[in-house]
Structures are given as C-alpha cells and as structure tokens.
C-alpha cells in the first residue's frame, strides 16, 4: 500500500532472554482500520508494545509517518501521535473520571479534534461519573474511559489492545458503534480483539500473528472466503 502511516518490518523482541516476535511484518494506511489476530500467546501484546515503546525490540523496523521510531523511548512514541488503550484498561485508579480526561489531554501541535466535550459525546455514560474515582467505576465505564483518555491526546494513530474483553454484550456492541464512528471521522486505528464477526465489519485489513511471525494478511472479504486459514490460526 501507498500512504502507510505505520511500517512494521521483520520486527523480533525477546523478554530477558525468551525471543516472543521472530518477524512480524504490519502497516497501517492514513484513515485505515487493521486488526491484529491470532489465539493467545502468539505475540499480539508483544507487538504493540514494541510499536510502544514499552518493550525494545531488538530488530527489524518500526516507522511511524516515515520516521525510524524503534528504540525511542514510548513518552516520545505517544508524542509523536499514537495512542494506546492498553489491554486491561489500566485507568488510574485514584483519579477520578475528569481526571484521567485531562492527565493525558493535548494536541501536540496536531488538529485538535478531540476534547472533553467530544469524548462525552462520544460516551455520554461518563458525563454523570466525571467526579467518580477510576476504580469505582464498571468494566465497561473503565473501558470507556479508557479509549476516552487515548482519544484526548488527539492520536494520528489509535491503538487498541482486547478492545472489548470482558464486557457484557451490550456494553460490547456499545464500544463497537463507538469505533465505528471514530473510523468515520477518519482515525487511523490498529485493533486487538477476539470478536472476529464485528472485526470483520470494521476492519480494512487484517494481520494473523502465529508465534510470533505474521502468517497471513488480506482485506476483510478475504479473511471471510479463507476458512482454512481461519480454521488452522485462529480455531474459528
């Protein structure tokens, strides 16, 4: 593709001396939508966190808008535009709903598209719960506030890891129409999640990871037609 806004080429990463990726390639285009997919353990977190900075990756190549990002440091990373809603929400606890919005608030010089009052548009369910501790509030408020408080960095790019794990089924379709508007405002995302029915409706382009290798890549209609694959790396 042409206009990619984040390359991932060839890409390893280890914990201590256990190698997790052995050649993950991915990229996400300008205002595109891209899944990252695999059973657990095959190095989707992994994979994330080395576009995060938050674990080094020891080779291959991380670009970001053309830029050579592997081996910064993940405050630069978030910097320079790419936000993460990490798996497990990972709100701050003992702040409360405003709080977590204006901890992360800025627009880096970029468009400044998202606000406090966008994000309660978005997720009006928070309005009433802005003065509410992070860690009283529901899995699915969290979950809200999560994606909230990365869309208040203004992201050129939205990272979403398990973006629905966990929530009850409403709460899940609830999150769903959210990212779909959020595609539509035109948000480069790249997402992690199980739920490969509702991936498949927003998605532009899919990625399967299997031990740490990228094994298959194509749009949506050819991860539909491809049951065999489906079959052997997910067990769908």
């Known amino acids: 593709m042409t206009d990619m806004l984040l390359e991932v080429e060839k ?19 300008r205002s595109e939508v891209v899944s990252l997919l695999g059973r657990n353990g095959m190095g989707k977190t992994t994979t994330i966190h080395s576009v995060m900075g938050v674990v080094s990756a020891f080779s291959g190549s991380i670009r970001f808008d053309g830029d050579e990002i592997r081996g910064w440091p993940s ?7 790419i936000g993460l809603v990490p ?9 409360n709903v405003r709080e977590n919005l204006v901890a992360t608030a800025g627009d880096f010089g970029r468009e400044a598209r998202w606000d406090m009052d966008a994000v309660l548009d978005m997720f009006p369910e928070l309005t ?33 890891d398990e973006a629905t794990e966990g929530l009850a089924p409403l709460i899940r379709e609830k999150i ?9 405002s035109g948000q480069s995302i790249l997402i992690v999640d199980k739920n490969l029915k509702d ?3 927003i998605a532009d382009r899919h990625y399967i990871l299997e031990k ?7 749009d949506s209609d050819a991860l539909r037609a491809n049951r065999q694959d489906l079959d052997r790396y997910l067990g769908v």
């Open 199 to 201: 991936l498949l409706k």
């Open 87 to 95: 798996e497990g929400r990972q709100i701050f606890p003992n702040l």
């Open 212 to 218: 740490g290798v990228t094994v298959w890549s194509g």
């Open 75 to 81: 405050y630069r990373i978030a910097r320079l535009g």
């Open 11 to 29: 890409l390893e990463a280890r914990y201590g001396i256990s190698q997790v990726l052995h050649g993950v390639e991915l990229g996400v285009g």
């Open 128 to 160: 009433a719960r802005l003065p509410i501790m992070g860690n009283l509030l529901s899995g699915g408020e969290q979950q809200m506030l999560a994606i909230g408080r990365a869309l208040m960095t203004n992201p050129r790019l939205l990272v979403l």
């Open 176 to 184: 769903w129409r959210c990212l779909h508007r959020i595609k539509q």
